[in-house]
C-alpha cells in the first residue's frame, strides 16, 4: 500500500507544473474580470466628476428666437389665466440658461470651416467653459473686431490661435421673410477653452480629447453676438437642468409653439461614446474572463484524468486484494 501511495504522490508531483500553470490561468482570470470593471468604473467616476465640475446640462431646446424672458416677464406671464401650468413648468427647472446659437463659416488651414457659434452669457451656471489659454467671454478685442474664445480641437485643427484674427461670415435666417442672410465680421481669438458638450474625456483626470471634425467651435459673449447679428435681446436655445425630459415640462403649454426640437445629454456625441464604451467593455469583460477560466478548468481536468489513468492498474490491485 505505502508503494501505491507513494507512486501516486510522485505522478502527482510530476504534475504540479501542470496544475501550478492552471492555477495561473485561473487566477489572470479572474483578476483580469476584476480589473476591467474597475478600469470600467474608475473612467466612468472620472468623466462624472469632470461633467459635474463643469455643470453639464440636461437638455437642449432649440428655439424660433424670442427675447430673453425676465424673472418678472415669468412672474407675469405665470398669473396669466390663458396660460394656466407655466408656473408648474418653471418650479421643474433648477437651472435655464439663455443662448444664441448660430451657423458661420470662414477658411482655415484645412480649407472651409464650418462653424458651430455659441452665445453665451459671461458667466455659465452650466455648461461651463473651462478657458485653458487666454482670457474669457469678458476680454475686449481690437476696435472692429469681435472677440471670440475658440474650442481647442478649432486651435490645433484648423490652424488659429490666440491673438489671431480671420474672416468670418455668419449666417443669419430672416424669420420674417424666411430667406438666409450673411453678416460679415472680423474675429479675434481671446481665448481657447474646452467644454463639456465637445469633448470625450479620457480616464487621466483632466485630459481633454476634442471632437474631431471639419466643424469649428466658437464662444462669443451672449449680448455682443446679440448686437452683430441684429438679434437685440435675443435668444434661440436654452440649456436646462431639470429631472423631467422636455415633453414633460412643455408639452400642452404655449410655450411648445415655439420649441423647433430639443435633445438631452445622453444623445449629446461625447456622452454617447462614453456609454457605449462603457457598455462594451461590461460586455466583453465576461467573455474574456469566461474564455480564460474555461481554458483553466479543461487544463485542471485534463491534468488529473491523467493522473487517474496512471493510477488505474494500482487501483485495479488495490480492488482485488481488498
Known sequence: MNIIFNKFKRDLYSELPKIAVSILIISMGIGGFITFFQVSDNIKNTVDSQYDELNLGDA????????????????????????????????????????????????????????????LPQEQQINKLRIIDGEGLS????????????????????????????????????QDTIEFETINVTAEVVGVAVSAEYFIITGNQ??????????????????????????????????????????????????????????????MESYMILNNDQKGVKQVTPKLAGIWLIIAGCTISLNLYRIIQSQKKQIGVMRATG
Do not use: C
Open 60 to 119: 437642449w431646446i432649440n428655439l424660433q428666437p424670442i427675447p430673453i424672458p425676465t424673472p418678472e416677464d415669468l412672474i407675469e406671464y405665470s398669473r396669466n389665466p390663458e396660460v394656466q401650468g407655466i408656473d408648474e413648468v418653471i418650479s421643474q427647472i433648477e437651472v435655464m440658461q439663455p443662448r444664441l446659437h448660430l451657423y458661420g463659416k470662414s477658411e482655415g488651414e484645412n480649407g472651409q470651416i464650418i462653424i458651430e457659434i455659441l452665445g
Open 139 to 174: 476680454a475686449n478685442a481690437a476696435e472692429g473686431n469681435v472677440p471670440v474664445v475658440i474650442e481647442s480641437r478649432f486651435e490645433k485643427y484648423h490652424g488659429y490661435g490666440l491673438g489671431d484674427t480671420f474672416n468670418l461670415t455668419i449666417v443669419k435666417i430672416n
Open 206 to 267: 483632466g485630459v481633454f480629447v476634442p471632437r474631431q471634425s471639419t466643424i469649428g467651435v466658437m464662444f462669443v459673449d451672449l449680448i455682443t453676438l446679440q448686437n452683430v447679428t441684429g438679434f437685440d435681446g435675443m435668444i434661440n436655445q436654452v440649456s436646462i437642468v431639470s429631472d423631467n425630459s422636455v415633453d414633460q415640462l412643455f408639452d400642452d403649454t404655449p410655450l411648445e409653439n415655439v420649441i423647433i426640437s430639443s435633445y438631452s445629454k445622453e444623445n
